[in-house]
């Protein structure tokens, strides 16, 4: 047997820590914001019954063809999620008794089996907010309200495009659901090519028509308008957002910057889906958002600096490791992020290992600092070493958080 080579599949990554601490960053802002607007976490599984991720879509849906299907030991079918709006539904659809409107949010993998590039991987994270119980425009004037502000939060200036499926059905009428999923390439595909689609279906006049907002997306705007949030949002008239899941307004992110061409988020109502999991003519209206991790962190990776750190001190022991890893406890009761050195090796090997871990204070610790009670911190940057008096975390704190 050769020598075997490890590898990633294409589309699935590790993340080192540089890389990691600028996406946990993200995540972070991302749930302080979804917090804030009232949103409450979730969690749900990962596996699921096939039947349960394929229940909505048609045979041939192009969404079916990603998802990764695998059998247990019972020989039951399963996969791996392909989002999380569909365990969502399943939650709602399990938990009858959720007082509505119910509010929530989740963080997590999902897998699809589709094609790679900037910003689309097939090992991803959503992050996802949705709202059930709630009719009407005013929820999603929140949902674009909270997209903005997490937009802008992680220094991404958006742009969101909103269109209206229920709007693009009236004007269609027969063959909607041939023709919706054409005008949704507008932009991605040629002029050429849409036209030829839409010969098949004699809605070819549709591209002339001049269409205006219904009254969904009429109220929708007036209450952005009313909200500053003018500058954000553009009507989109022949967005769909390709799932059929959705029933009436959507909308698309985009980066203002046009750093990444492809959306960075979307969302729209979906009032159907869940109702269809519970039968017996129960509504469910809802309405989400997705905001696209990868996407996010391909754009902002493109700024970042070459090294990010998350430890505050790093404290080197010399011959004092009992000692110095109990001091490390006392600065951290009081905040700080401390690294203890324990690479065994001189100080100035533990410099050299502190500027490349990005780690901005370091302080030596050996019997002379010990029996004085007067530590240093030294600069990383500026060389400037400042002396404490070891019983006086406080003060290290305020000096290293400057």
């Not at 709202?131 to 909270?146: D, F, K, N, R, T």
């Not at 063959?175 to 919706?180: C, G, L, P, R």
């Amino acid at each position: 047997m050769g020598q075997f080579q490890p590898t990633n599949i294409k589309g699935a990554f590790d993340f080192l820590p540089a890389t990691q601490i600028m996406r946990n960053k993200i995540i972070d802002i991302l749930k302080a914001n979804f917090e804030a607007y009232g949103y409450l976490p979730l969690e749900t599984a990962y596996l699921n019954y096939y039947e349960l991720l394929s229940y909505k879509y048609d045979s041939n849906a192009e969404i079916l063809r990603e998802i990764y299907k695998l059998k247990d030991q019972g020989d039951r079918d399963l996969g791996l999620r392909f989002d999380l709006t569909v365990p969502f539904c399943k939650v709602i659809a399990m938990n009858r008794n959720l007082r509505m409107p119910f509010k929530r949010y989740e963080i997590g993998k999902v897998w699809r089996n589709g094609p790679v590039k900037l910003g689309r991987t097939r090992e991803f994270y959503q992050c996802d907010v949705d709202c059930v119980g709630i009719a009407g425009p005013h929820i999603e004037a929140e949902l674009v309200s909270l997209t903005v502000k997490c937009f802008k939060a992680v220094g991404i200036e958006p742009v969101i495009k909103i269109g209206n499926r229920k709007m693009l059905s009236d004007i269609i009428g027969d063959n909607a659901e041939h023709v919706i999923p054409v005008l949704d390439r507008i932009g991605k595909d040629s002029r050429e090519e849409i036209l030829t689609e839409l010969k098949k279906y004699g809605a070819e006049k549709i591209l002339d028509m001049k269409i205006e907002p219904n009254d969904e997306l009429k109220q929708l705007f007036a209450s952005l308008d009313t909200m500053g949030l003018k500058a954000y949002y553009e009507f989109a008239p022949y967005l769909a957002r390709g799932l059929n899941i959705y029933t009436g307004t959507v909308w698309e992110v985009y980066d203002k910057a046009k750093r990444l061409p492809s959306a960075i988020g979307g969302g729209g109502r979906y009032d159907n889906i869940i109702g269809n999991f519970v039968g017996g003519g129960q509504k469910y209206p809802a309405v989400g958002i997705s905001f696209g991790l990868e996407p996010i962190c391909a754009i902002l990776s493109k700024d970042a600096e070459a090294t990010v750190h998350c430890v505050d001190l790093m404290l080197v022991p010399m011959g004092t490791e009992v000692y110095t890893q109990s001091y490390a406890d006392s600065l951290r009761a009081v905040g700080l992020k401390v690294l203890v050195y324990l690479g065994g090796k001189s100080v100035g090997k533990s410099f050299e290992y502190a500027n490349g871990e990005g780690i901005p204070f370091v302080a030596v610790i050996g019997e002379n600092e010990i029996n004085s009670g007067e530590i240093k911190t030294k600069d990383m940057k500026t060389g400037e070493q400042k002396a404490f008096a070891i019983n006086q975390p406080l003060k290290i704190k305020e000096h290293v958080n400057g």
